[in-house]
């Protein structure tokens, strides 16, 4: 507090900084730098300059794009060679690598918050934009492209200019079916996904505390959705217990005196924010997407979009694009779009609170088309099995699978085929994301276990009624 | 890298808005090692039908603009995905400046990064020269680091980048060389940080 007070952007950043220099970018020093398949680039140059890695004991390698998710599934050999790429790479470096079959594999945003590798105060980097999931904890993180993680792995550090500051305030009370996807698909549908360009954005309000830690993995994960290379919630008494024998965590005396510190990073009363908005709990509905951006969403008891209706020629265009890729009506009714498959997976939504919804959207119900789980850990997929969620879920007509990117991104080969429909947990409705051709509609976990159960895309809160 | 100085060059008018990283280069081509050029997957899908074959309607496939170095987007360009070959299918496609209203974060430093200037110029400036009979017609136009313009004919635009991006456009600066320079400050900050922040480092 005091003469200057400070957010929990400005006190983090503060706390990283090694240099600064005249135009005003500032040398950061990296606590955690995660490594995947996908960063061969990244050690394909520091091997043309024959240079060494400069803290191997700060990188850490996740196997999660290219791992097969299916059992059983013929596995494509460029793949095997992406993830055998991997483990090479960090053995010759020295490098930790959760790699496939290792116990704590799983995708990256998903292991290093449940093994502590993430914790209040560090300033974390992957080669991957939803690096800003770990901000949930207290962290500031963010994604970086082949050439920085290039830098960061010889050098440990990364150039960066002071973002703006943003602060996102939800409050009010959700209603029944609402969760952290909702909050975070509302958002972008309210504002944009350009909202927080530059900017780095503190979630905060009644309903972000509220969320658990997972909730708040959620919320954080989409906030590149919306423009932002970094999204956090500042560290409370949940972030302490999630984090509380966390393996890699400080243990004991250490553990105490770190989370007094961490309590402290959260931004002083009367810090001055650059850009404030708000939402109210109470505007949300369970949301789905119907074009082939996240910002282009409606609540699930809505209509398709009508172009005509926008002043703005350039964005009624678009939408009439994103329609007709979509293969859908201006006016039809969102709950009577028929879904072809379902796919329950992602690091937005993997963690054992995510299945744990759809389980029970799942229990005693069959699902009408073919479905898909990949919990986002080998640990997600053991304490899922103990609480017999798997057996619902294999009983509903899933398919359950391991952990890894899968269907998300399809880079393991789990597409959607051309021109078929899912109902899916991820974060992007992009052209193509989930495979050529393929249609993605986005929301949370319990609304796809509905959409599956009814074929269609449909409200869950009709199902939690009659559950009752 | 090559320093960027002034570009004078026929401009592709894309025209369209949140490009995101995924059309720019699909996932499924992110496999292939650098050396053998990302160029041909640049806007693949979009540029190609189901069979393979060039969309002609497409304006990436237009030969008056077979010789663009810019390209001319609406707004989000390079949203999403932190894939760097994003940068590396217009790079290797002979592109070296994109203007659009706004860019996603991480395209911006991945571009800064391979000399790729992403220049912000006002919506209305975007539609302009979208609209510039000259511009569709194949015309060059000229972009000024220096004095961060755009110019068509008679017509001059400002664009907007941050300095530090400018200058390092600039100087075609190397970042690794530049960090190394600052062993000393990177030694000094770690001995005052593990004083303020002995809980940093992974207890295994």
Redesign the interface.
């Known amino acids: 507090m005091g003469a200057n007070p400070q957010t929990i952007i400005d006190k983090l950043w503060d ?1 990283h900084v ?2 600064t ?1 005249d ?3 500032c ?1 950061l ?1 990296v ?2 730098h995660f490594v995947h398949e ?1 960063s061969h ?1 990244g050690f ?1 140059q520091v091997r043309e ?1 024959s ?1 060494m890695i400069a803290r191997p ?2 990188t850490f390698g996740t196997a999660d794009h290219y791992v097969a998710t299916r059992r059983g599934a013929i596995q494509d050999q ?1 793949c095997v ?2 993830v055998r790429q991997l483990t090479q790479n960090c053995a010759e470096h020295g490098i930790v690598c959760f790699g496939d079959g290792d116990p704590s594999q799983g995708i990256a945003h998903v292991v290093a918050p449940e093994l502590g ?1 993430t ?1 209040p ?2 300033l974390i980097v992957c ?3 939803h ?1 800003s999931t770990h901000g949930a904890l207290g962290a500031y993180a ?7 993680v ?2 960061v792995l ?2 440990q ?1 990364v ?1 960066q ?1 002071r973002p703006r500051r943003m602060r996102v305030r939800i409050d009010g009370t959700t209603g029944p079916g609402v969760g952290a996807k909702d909050i975070a698909m509302a958002l972008i549908a309210k504002y944009g ?2 909202y927080a ?2 900017c780095a954005i503190e979630y905060t309000g009644a309903v972000v505390r509220a969320l658990s830690v997972e909730g708040r993995l959620t919320l954080c994960n989409l906030s ?1 959705e919306s ?3 970094l999204g956090l919630v500042a560290p409370d008494d949940k972030t302490i217990a999630y984090l509380r024998r966390a ?5 004991g005396e ?2 105490a ?2 989370a007094q ?1 961490w309590l402290a990073l959260a931004s002083d009363d009367d810090a001055h924010f650059d850009h404030e908005i708000s939402l109210d709990a109470a505007e949300i509905a369970p949301i789905v997407t119907w074009g082939v ?1 996240p910002e282009q969403a409606a609540p699930i008891d809505s209509h398709v979009p009508d172009p005509a209706r926008l002043s703005d020629p ?2 009624a265009e ?1 939408w009439r694009d994103a329609l007709e890729y979509m293969g859908l009506q201006a006016g039809q009714k969102i709950s009577d779009i028929r879904i072809d498959r379902a796919f329950i997976g992602s690091c937005t939504n993997s963690r054992i609170e995510d299945l744990r919804a759809a389980a029970a959207i799942l229990k005693d119900r069959k699902s009408r088309v073919p479905g898909l789980v990949s919990p986002g850990s080998r640990l997600v997929q053991q304490q899922a099995e103990g609480e017999g969620l798997d057996r619902i879920f294999i009983a509903a007509g899933f398919e359950w699978g391991g952990p890894g990117c899968s269907m998300c ?3 393991n080969g789990d597409v959607v085929p ?1 021109g078929e429909r899912c109902a899916s947990t991820t974060n ?1 409705n ?4 989930q495979g ?2 393929s249609r993605t509609h986005l929301m949370s976990p319990s609304m796809v276990a509905a959409a599956a159960v009814a074929g269609r895309l449909c409200d869950v809160r009709e199902l939690m009624r009659e559950s009752v | 890298m090559v320093p960027f100085t002034i570009l004078t060059a026929p401009a592709c008018p894309l ?4 490009v ?1 990283t ?2 720019l280069i ?3 081509f ?2 292939t ?2 050396a053998q050029g990302y160029g041909g997957f640049l806007l693949h ?1 979009l540029r190609r039908t ?1 069979s393979g074959s060039m969309r002609v309607e497409f304006v990436l496939n237009d030969p008056r603009y077979a010789a663009a170095a810019v390209m001319i987007a ?3 360009f390079g ?7 994003a ?1 590396y299918v217009l790079a290797d496609a002979g592109f070296r400046c994109v203007l659009a209203p ?5 395209f911006t ?2 571009a800064i ?2 000399g790729l200037l992403p220049a912000r110029v006002a919506a209305c400036d975007i539609e302009s020269l979208l609209h510039d009979p000259s511009v569709l017609a194949g015309a060059p136009i000229t972009i000024d680091l220096m004095e961060q313009s755009v110019s068509s004919g008679d017509k001059t635009f400002a664009f907007d980048l ?3 991006f400018r ?1 390092r456009l600039l100087n075609g600066w190397d ?2 060389d530049m ?2 320079s ?1 062993a000393k ?2 030694e000094a ?2 001995v005052r ?1 593990l004083a ?9």
Not at chain 1, 142 to 148: D, L, Q, T, V
Not at chain 1, 430 to 433: A, H, I, L
Request: with cysteine; proline share 4%.
């Open positions: 706390a090694i240099a220099r135009d005003g970018d040398l020093w606590d955690r996908g680039h394909g300059r240079a004991d700060l460029d060679r992406m590798l914790l105060g560090l080669g991957d934009s690096t963010f994604g970086i492209g082949a050439s920085e290039a830098h010889m050098t550090c150039w200019s996904t350009g360009q530059g590149i423009g932002s290379r393996p890699y965590a400080p243990q250490a553990f005196r770190a510190d951006s350039a964005k678009a991104v399809g880079m051309a992007r992009f052209k193509g994301r050529k051709g | 025209g369209l808005e949140n995101d995924d059309q699909p996932a499924r992110m496999q090692p650098r899908d189901e609406r707004n989000n949203c999403g995905s932190s894939r760097e070959a940068v706004g860019f996603g974060d991480i430093s991945n990064q391979n941050r300095a530090d200058q970042t690794v960090t190394r600052y400050d990177i900050f770690l940080d303020a922040r002995p809980w940093r480092d992974p207890v295994r």
